[in-house]
């Protein structure tokens, strides 16, 4: 049979359908469906981008496309994360097979923990737990201003020493300035004065940049991951308005904010965030805190350095609820969110209740002050089974009259293995300012240590180096108790280990 006489059959009219006609389909579906192949197109050639953006997007309460401001953030990270990728690949192929290669890390937009979620990433925590610059064991500074004999004296101006104690201060810097862990470093005085100057150069031209249209510049002391977590906060209402940063310390930044409303409990009217670093520099210091603490012991050793940072901001909670509930003044717990916790603010309006160390009291006053300090730091230890940890007058408030404890993401219970040390350490910080004030009932450290902790540790002549080796003597009969029947032996230490911790809800 001929191809026209086949032609000829099919075909009836010279215009009409070729072959059977193809079912009917509506035209949206068939551009949802094109567009949905290029997506996934896209999709593969940039494989690591998708991840994180959904992580986003999806995160606990979905896609939040109510604010403007929201969504350009959200643009905004996501652009960065794909420059940062495309930066990735071009590094890759400038370097090949290199043996010298050149990082473009300093052109990089995302902060570098931003990837944590990477296993590159992941530090092997074995590796930090040892803070280089800090003595195991406290240590009493010579008096004498010089140490060793003889030929082997190292006075204050030894070159090693200085270098190191220069290479530890550069984490003073300010803290959008990326020092580094700097281990094993000894900067001489002539280069950590030009990094210093550099440093304050460096925050001024900033300052200068962004103090015209930045509502606040320390918004920049803060990561975009958290700064969009805050602006979650304010558009789900919880925040009226975030006014501005009160303390940005190493390890934490403090932002003033208007309450605003949640459905389960009210929320005062002036609120602060504390925001903990997620930096790991700033926080592998601490890990000591946290590592032995029962309480966090078993989920420590499983996260992830982002994570571990949430566990600081979850043990402030939960010792500030403790403190709560044995009466101690202290900031009520609002809401925990990942790394952010928002408490009631100590002051009034917008103006923060001062330090004790700024605050000049009359000598009846400053003596009250006193024995309230004594009364805390017993209900502390003995009806929160805690120790403070970081007590000084720079983490007591003075507000209506009296005082009140704040920053107890440190604080850990007695029978930690550096529990009384810890204590110890406080004592010493409270007795000294007390004493410096003139309150001449303020108790030696020595004393203050018993009456808080109710142990009778020999004063005797008052020599610390054997008070502290008693003390350390006694954590040490008490971890060898915990080896072999549990946890408690000091007295007065209750066994509650505070509210339940709640499971890791998200990523
Ligand atoms: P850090 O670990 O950085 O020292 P803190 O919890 O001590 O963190 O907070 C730093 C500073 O922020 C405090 O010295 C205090 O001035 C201020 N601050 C913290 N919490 C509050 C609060 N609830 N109310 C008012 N000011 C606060
Ligand atoms: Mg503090």
Redesign the pocket.
Known sequence: MDQSGVAAQTQKSPWGPAGPAAPACPLTEVMSEQLARQLEEENAAFPSLTDPAADLLLAEDGADTTSDLMLAQMLQMQFDREFDDQLRREEKKFNGDSKVSISFENYRMVHPYEDSDSSEDEVDWQDTRHDPYRADKPQAAPRRGFSGKGKNITTKHDEDACGRKNTARMDNFAPEVQVGDGLGLKLSNQVFNALKQHCYSEQRRSARLHDKKEHSTAEQAVDPRTRLLMYKMVNAGVLENINGC??T?K??V?FHADGGRMEEQPVPEEV?L?VFKTTLNEFKNRDRYIKDDYRFKDRFSKLNPRKVIRLWAEKEMHNLSRMKKAGIPC?DVVLLKKHILV?????KQSV??P?LKDVSLGAEEMTEAYHQVLQMMQQLYQDCNLVHADLSE??M?WHQGKVWL??VSQSVEPTHPHGLEFLFRDCRNVSTFFQKRGVSEAMSVYHLFNAVSGLDVPVGAEDEALFMAEIVALEKRNEDHVQKRGRKTFPAASEDGGPPLEPDSDD
Request: proline share 9%; aromatic share 10%; no cysteine.
């Open positions: 009160i303390s310390g390890e934490s403090v602060v504390k900031p408490m009631s603010f100590i002051g923060p209740a330090k720079y983490n408030l704040i920053d």
